[in-house]
């Protein structure tokens, strides 16, 4: 590249790890660096010395050189569009072996083979398992009773065991049969009757308290309006011209006299 006539060499900018020359460790560098320690950049020696044998091994690729070197590969990091591609591409091909597997119609037959040997080793499994969980009841032949269920006390004769399970003899039957004839004769209890509700009683009186009390309420009713007559009187004198007669109502009012009289 030519600026001014002079010849330029210029690189493309490839993003790199970042590494530490004191503490020789990869991700930040050696302006930011908080270890007090100092390590040897190529082989990691904590104390070192002026005349100590370096073997370098890169961090990064594992090689015979300083981490991160001008020579080693591995110090750029692969862009995202670079990625990208690739995982782009990995896709591609899983679904092209996809399709070629559909396609294929032997390697369909054999999954379908292995499908079904597993349902029916899934099923023998089953049936195992359900007819081993069971046992068998040993056989009864004719005229054997079945054993006996409950507990025999002591004193009990061989007959009075044999029947306790069933009633055998034909006597016993016929009590059975009896029994619940006997018990339908007998009447059902008579239900309980529901308590009575008690009715009010109404007093005799209420008519006349109700009068009582209307009578009371209308003679209220003509004093109130006697009352607001007398005041209508007392604004209406008030309120006349006459001078004699504003004079007399006040002397009145002094001495008590009510303005009627």
Known sequence: MYCYGEPLKYMLYKKRYEVCYLCGQLGHRSDVCISDH?????????????DHACEPKC???????????RKCKEAFRTPYTIKKRQWEAWRRMEGEERKAKDADP?????EEIKERSRSRSKNQRGSRGGAGSFTRLPERQEGELP??????????????????????????????????????????????????????????NV????????????????????????????EALLCSPDPNVSQALAAAASQGIPADS
């Open 38 to 50: 100092v390590h040897c950049r190529g082989c990691g020696m904590t104390a070192l010395l002026e």
């Open 106 to 110: 032997q390697t369909c037959r054999i």
């Open 59 to 69: 961090k990064l690729c594992g090689k015979g050189h300083l981490t991160a070197d």
């Open 207 to 234: 008519e006349t308290v109700i009068d009582m009390k209307i009578a009371q309420l209308e003679a209220n009713i003509e004093a109130k309006s006697t009352q607001d007559d007398e005041w209508q009187s007392w």
């Open 147 to 204: 054993p006996m269920t409950g507990p025999v006390n002591e004193g009990t004769s061989g007959s009075a065991v044999l029947n306790s399970g069933r009633p055998t003899s034909p006597n016993l039957k016929i009590k059975n049969i009896e029994r619940p004839e006997e018990q339908s004769t007998t009447p059902p209890p008579a239900k309980k009757r529901a308590k009575e509700v008690e009715k009010p009683v109404i007093d005799e």
